[in-house]
């Protein structure tokens, strides 16, 4: 059987994300947010799904790579007329003392040796496949009606080539300009290039701006590029992923919809950009958070949509789905989970306000009414069972994760407590934390040394890891060696990877190892000082990636497949964690 890898790179502009397939083809594109319908989504169906794609006649192939250190894609297209590259980008760059990122997608065909002929194809659709948008022919331009806003492509092109199907030779470079809602009202040609030229050193620019060292330098750029357009910049949020309906592999059922905001995410996607010294990303998803926090009034869900709302009803729509893997879903039933790990998270998560000397007081003045809030929320759930970290659809238990991010939440507090001298809220802090120890201690299996998944159950799991990454376990510790020993036995496989469980769930047995717990194993064993073999196992994971250093969710250890939905911002971070905690163990200061 053939290895399974994704064959298409993304680019953005923290407005929206478009995949690029190495067949050119516009594979997937949301517009005007990223939970919108696809206006492109041959990802999921290749028939309703719209095409956008520049194609010679006949036979070809096709590499694709970056422009270095940017978001920027370029794909080559070789065939028996010659060879020609296609670049393709999301505008953004500085300007008038705000970021111009406009929902316009640009690319740039130009010719590189003899004289190939190309084919334009230009189809989109709207809500999810349901019909073509009506097409209309201007001056220079195309329009596309039946969204709330005009879809228009603007080109050099022929349109009748394009309206007509017909193959154009590229004599000169040649752009084709996609825009919703406001149209581009200026030059194309010298505009395109300015704008190639703008978002190329922004890039760049923010690369040189990171604080990378010389540990893995490559793949913490990739990964931190990836993660930075995973963030819609209009409110801060930051989605899981681009996609829906990947599957967790072939065959599952298990396809999620995974445009939204995890509030568990925020504490690793926090750490991540305070590792390369971006602030900025950081302030934007505090002021998502804490937006979250002061608007919900009661139980607050695990995830919410990238503007902070609560509706993310699921519902099935009917398309083919990835390589007919159904069904495809919109939405994502887990909003309505018990997740009580939640209140924890936004703790971590917004302890930097209080210990981080770049945030002003002004961001948290009031800061004990809603730290007694974020406690109380944890005295009322601390004693219940919940779905979990891997929101089991049937299965409510008390989980160790769960009540381990509660313990930390709790000392996140005692520390909050202690910089606004409040002795009350410390206190309650303190009982609340070992409450929560006292849960996690049910889990422990004295004859294996290990901790369990939940308290009265025998399975293991790798979220229990973070034992030992928390300082739960003091990482020096024979409860935390044999702790890793034992989930190591049970949980690793082949290639340095690492399954969430293996015990039978509400789709039946995991068959794809899931590889932010690979991460998590490689910092676990940083943590207790086997920094070689945390190191060789780092190193084995990189092979984990596309042709373009992309990460997806899931990999099937029998061959190295992707699976899940790609390209997985939560990969890339734990990626990004991982090679940090590496080179602070192995005392490399220019990393910092």
């Known amino acids: ?42 990802l999921l169906d290749r028939n309703k799904g719209g095409s956008y794609t520049i194609l010679p006649e006949g036979p070809f192939t096709s590499r694709q790579f970056y422009v270095e250190n940017t978001n920027v894609l370029c794909t080559e297209v070789e065939c028996g007329e010659g060879i020609y590259r296609i670049t393709d980008f999301a505008p953004r760059f500085f300007q008038f003392e705000r970021y111009f990122k406009p929902l316009m997608f640009i690319r740039k065909i130009q010719a590189l040796s003899g004289n190939p002929r190309v084919k334009v194809t230009c189809k989109p659709t709207k809500n999810y496949g349901e019909c073509e948008l009506k097409m209309l022919a201007g001056s220079n331009h195309l329009q596309y009606h039946g969204l709330e806003n005009p879809i228009r492509l603007t080109t050099n092109f022929p349109l009748s080539h394009i309206v007509e199907g017909k193959y154009s030779v590229l004599n000169e470079s040649k752009y ?45 750029i990739r990964s931190s590029l990836a993660l930075k357009i995973h963030q819609f910049e209009d409110t801060g949020a930051i989605i899981a992923a681009s996609t829906t309906s990947l599957p967790e592999f072939d065959g599952s059922g298990r396809t999620w919809d995974y445009r939204f905001c995890w509030l568990r995410d925020a504490y690793y996607i926090l750490q991540a950009f305070n590792n390369i010294g971006h602030f900025e990303e950081m302030e934007h998803y505090f002021h ?23 509706d993310l009803t699921e519902k099935e729509v009917d398309l083919e789905g990835y390589l007919n893997n159904k069904p495809v879903r919109v939405g994502n039933q887990a909003s309505e989970h018990i997740q009580n790990d939640a209140y924890g998270q936004m703790l971590l998560s917004l302890l930097p306000l209080y210990t981080d000397k ?13 730290l007694e809030k974020m406690l109380i929320k944890i005295q009322q759930t601390i004693d219940e069972e919940d779905a979990g970290i891997w929101e089991f659809r049937h299965l409510a238990q008390r989980h160790s994760y769960t009540n381990l991010f509660q313990w930390a939440g709790c000392q996140a507090a005692i520390c909050i407590a202690r910089h606004i001298k409040s002795h009350q809220l410390e206190k309650m802090a303190s009982l609340l934390a070992e409450r929560a120890a006292e849960h996690i201690e049910a889990c422990y299996d004295a004859e294996r040394q290990v901790y369990t998944q ?32 034992a989930v190591e036995k049970e949980l690793k496989a082949p290639g340095g990877l690492f399954y969430r469980y293996k015990h039978e769930d509400d789709f039946g047995v995991p068959e794809t190892t899931f590889l932010i717990t690979a991460f998590w194993h490689v910092e676990a064993l940083a943590c207790v000082g086997r920094v070689d073999e945390a190191t060789q196992a780092f190193e084995n994971l990189l092979k984990y990636t596309n042709h ?18 790609f390209p997985q911002a939560y990969s890339h971070v734990g990626l990004m964690n991982a090679a940090y905690r590496i080179a602070k163990k192995m005392d490399k200061p220019d990393f910092l």
């Open 1 to 42: 059987m053939q290895k399974h890898t994704y064959q298409s790179g993304i680019i953005g502009n923290c407005a929206f994300i478009a995949h690029v397939n190495k067949n050119t083809d516009i594979s997937w594109l949301c517009w005007p947010r990223f939970d919108s319908s696809f206006v492109f989504g041959s």
């Open 176 to 220: 084709l300009v996609l825009t919703y809602g406001s149209p581009l009202e200026a030059p194309l040609e010298s505009t395109a290039e300015d704008f190639l030229r703008r978002t190329t050193s922004y890039w760049q620019q923010w690369i040189k701006n990171t604080g990378i060292g010389n540990m893995y330098q490559e793949q913490v």
């Open 288 to 310: 998502y958070l804490a937006n979250i926090s002061e608007n919900e009034k009661g139980r607050y869900q695990p995830l919410f949509s990238i503007t902070g709302d609560a």
């Open 358 to 370: 770049r945030f002003t007081y002004a961001e948290r003045h009031d800061s004990a009414p809603w």
């Open 454 to 485: 939940a308290v009265g159950n025998k399975n293991l799991d790798a979220s229990t890891l973070q034992l030992i990454m928390m300082n739960y376990l003091d990482p020096k510790s024979e409860k935390a060696r044999k702790h890793l020993e």
């Open 548 to 565: 373009l250093g992309l990460l997806s969710e899931d990999v099937l250890s029998t061959d190295g497949s992707q699976w899940g939905n």
